[in-house]
């Protein structure tokens, strides 16, 4: 076996991803030598995506050691962790906007881009596509429940404001009752029968033969390579915002989830291209709800460790195209079936949504 063939067994990568793996050690040298800003911001970017599927590998190879109930609890716990390295560097760095924008973007990308994406591929691969309904209804519900909890603090804050304490105990306080609907989710998963696409349980398809060490030294690796790109990336987009003429808010609410998430994406197009459209969905729903219902709760209190305070308080844009994505998503899953065209409104209202962000 050759050196190109034995690593890529060993990091579980495709030919494209060991390819943008070499942007890595490029971004490291690039940062060494302080390189154009702007072309740094993109190498390192590149790079995050490899390091993105490398922990779903070693995470998935995990779960198969510890069984399918506790295995789903893991893939649920760490399927956002790029994203949330991502978002703690840009949290300690002050950059609490880009880390309030790249939620909302998180749920957006997953529910229009991903879900429309395999809708669209799955459909023109397959036809008409079915999957179980009622775990469909299920997560619709908790998808509806998620961006209600996630709305009422902004929608009480913009008239709390400026009492500091008051805005900042309602988000804490909102962040406990989410952090406990997703203990009951995973409470559910526990105790229910399993079933292909819940919220929480996921397929495993990480490389057979991976041992426990290998995994656990595959995702500190890759965990630790991430937390520097994540310097690197945060630490470019003040220079990039200023040289492209792109804000903040649109860096955080379209490019930093395509970053975090994109090896996750390409798993949910590739099952709905083999017809696997329970699994599909579940990658597409289950990592909005980890997000809403999770990763931003645990940014609050983190974000207190750090000494930069956020708040649930999302724009009034935000709120409108995340509540507009879940009825979308929400309406497009309840009957059981999915065809092409569904997929390409998803896409159209993702691409009017990203458009319109830019100028605002």
């Known amino acids: 076996m050759n050196l190109l063939a034995a690593t890529k067994q060993w990091l579980g990568l495709g030919n494209l991803m060991l ?9 490291i040298v690039l940062e060494l030598t302080h390189a154009n800003p702007v072309l740094l911001f993109v190498v390192a ?17 995990l779960a198969e050691k510890v069984g399918q ?9 760490l399927g956002n962790a790029a994203e949330l390295i991502i978002s703690l560097v840009a949290l300690r760095a002050g950059l ?30 397959n036809g008409k596509q079915t999957f179980n309904r009622s775990n469909a209804g299920i997560d619709a519900t908790l998808l509806i429940l998620s961006v209600i909890a996630l709305g009422i603090p902004s929608l009480f804050n ?31 998963s526990f105790t229910s029968q399993p079933a292909n696409g819940d919220p929480v349980m996921r397929e495993a398809h990480a490389p057979s033969g991976w041992t ?13 390579f991430i937390v520097l ?28 989830p395509l970053i975090g998430n994109a090896a996750e994406h390409l798993v949910a197009v590739q099952v709905a291209i083999k017809n696997k459209m329970d699994l599909s969905l579940s990658i597409a729903i289950g990592s909005s709800l980890q997000i809403a219902l999770f990763v931003a709760p645990l940014l609050v209190f983190l974000s207190l460790l750090l000494g930069n305070p956020m708040q649930l308080e999302f724009n009034r844009f935000e709120l409108a195209a995340v509540a507009a994505a879940s009825f979308i998503a929400a309406f497009v899953s309840l009957d059981g079936e999915s065809i092409w065209l569904e997929g390409a409104m998803l896409l159209v209202v993702y691409v009017i949504l990203g458009v319109a962000f830019f100028f605002l």
């Open 45 to 61: 970017a590149v790079g995050v995506v490899p390091l993105a599927g490398m922990i779903g590998q070693a995470t998935e190879a």
């Open 69 to 77: 109930r506790m295995g789903g609890l893991l893939n649920a716990t």
């Open 96 to 125: 609490v906007s880009l880390v309030l924008a790249s939620i909302t973007g998180s749920i957006l990308g997953n529910l229009l881009l991903v879900l429309g994406l395999s809708l669209l591929v799955g459909g023109l691969k």
């Open 158 to 188: 913009w008239d709390l404001e400026p009492d500091f304490f008051a805005v900042e105990g309602l988000s804490i306080g909102a962040s406990i009752a989410m952090l406990v609907m997703y203990g009951l989710m995973v409470v559910y």
């Open 19 to 27: 390819a943008l793996a070499l942007f890595i050690p490029v971004a």
């Open 212 to 224: 426990t060490t290998h995994s656990l030294i595959i995702l500190a690796v890759a965990v630790a």
């Open 229 to 256: 790109l994540s310097e690197i990336l945060v630490g470019a987009v003040e220079h990039v915002t200023e040289t492209l003429g792109l804000s903040e808010f649109f860096i955080g609410i379209i490019l930093i």
